[in-house]
């Protein structure tokens, strides 16, 4: 009984001593992050249109002031662009399949809508765009609608069809109202394709929380031509978010059609992963678009993708998608625990994302900022900050 009453007065103590150096720990942090001086940086990376710029929007959004109507408003021209150059990849790609395809007679329009098409096709070739007229979207609406564009619509993985095509051309009526503003949803559908660097710097105050981290986050262009720039923003990087389109395993590059999306993916990650400035960064990988995977999975078989050619289905519907969720997840697990730069007190952590959802990117969002700020807590407490 005496024996266990010390062993309790002596856990007491270690408890005690242990929870006031947590609370010194605890101080210490929150002091630094007022003052600004812990600024953890954030970088985006991934290929392009995996999601990246979505994501940086979605936190602006979020943990920001959000989009005023200035900016709301530059979006217009966007969002026009987006719909030209959506009805033209679909009209080009169809009169391609008219020309080559021994079914070809699916892809042969009406000699109006053939007229439309052209004329659309010309526009959506041009560097400046009109605006979008109320008889310009009828047009659209038209040729859209015609079963030849669907047959092609439902191909559109073998051309540069945009993820958002089916939100442009079943919103042409709110977009050519005279005064349209774009709404939040506009704006994170539409698609800018990134060039240069682009930061913010945010503190995500949560509701149970007295002060967050203070992250600086970085965007960039995630396309072949853009990479050379990332290399500057390497140095003193507390976590890469690494962005990967899991719908992409049965499409082509944008810019190079003879390489799968998902391939490049895999190289880039691994390349990523090897970064001696990385040695110590912690990775995030979002894989993303996963409201486009749960769809596609079901009908194209995963298996069209090398490196995912050993993939057996085993069920339908839900139990399918999860399956072959956990599958790529796996892949992608593989792929880190191979890369043979040493793990020194990197974390890798995966979540599933729908950059779109603003609740799913917050909840995310917390789960990131949580990691990080639980890997700074045991950083101090083992003397390395
Ligand atoms: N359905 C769906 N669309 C998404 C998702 N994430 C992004 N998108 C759309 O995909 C398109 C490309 O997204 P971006 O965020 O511009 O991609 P990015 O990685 O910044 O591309 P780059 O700037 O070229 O590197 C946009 O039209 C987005 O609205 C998603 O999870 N689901
Ligand atoms: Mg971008």
Known sequence: MGLLCSRNRHSNEADAKENAQAEEIERRIEQETR????????????AGESGKSTIFKQIKLLFQTGFDEAELKSYI????????????VLFDG?????????DSSKYVLSGENKEIGEKLSEIGGKLEYPRLTKELAQEIETLWKDPAIQETYARGNELQVPDSAHYFMENLQRFSDANYIPTKDDVLFARVRT???????????????????????????????????????????????????????????????QKNRMMETKELFDWVLKQPC??????????NKF????????????????????????STGK???????EFVKKKFEELYFE???????????????????????????????????????????????
Not at 35 to 46: P, T
Not at 77 to 88: E, G, L, M, P
Not at 350 to 377: C, G, N, W
């Open 339 to 385: 890369s043979n730069t040493p793990d020194r007190g990197r974390i890798f952590k995966i979540y599933r994302t729908t950059a779109l959802d603003q609740k799913l990117v917050k909840k995310t969002f917390k789960l990131v900022d949580e990691t990080l700020r639980l890997r700074r807590r045991n950083q101090y407490e083992a003397g390395l900050l």
């Open 278 to 287: 990385f040695e110590k960064t912690s990775f995030m990988l979002f894989l």
């Open 94 to 102: 169809l009169k391609e399949f008219s020309q080559n395809e021994t």
């Open 291 to 314: 409201d486009i995977f749960e769809k596609k999975v079901l009908k194209v078989p995963l298996n069209v993708c090398e490196w995912f050619k050993d993939y057996q289905p085993v």
């Open 35 to 46: 003052a600004e001086k812990h600024i953890q940086k954030l970088l985006l990376l991934g």
């Open 195 to 257: 060039t240069g660097v682009v930061e913010i710097q945010f503190s995500p105050v949560g509701e149970n929380k007295k002060s967050g981290e203070v992250y600086r986050l970085f965007d960039v262009g995630g396309q072949r031509n853009e990479r050379r720039k990332w290399i500057h923003l390497f140095e003193g990087v507390t976590a890469v978010i690494f962005c990967a389109a899991i719908s992409d395993y049965d499409q082509t590059l944008f810019e190079d059609e």
């Open 319 to 325: 139990q399918e998608v999860e399956h072959a969720y």
């Open 77 to 88: 021209s966007v969002i026009h662009a987006n719909v030209y150059q959506t009805i033209k």
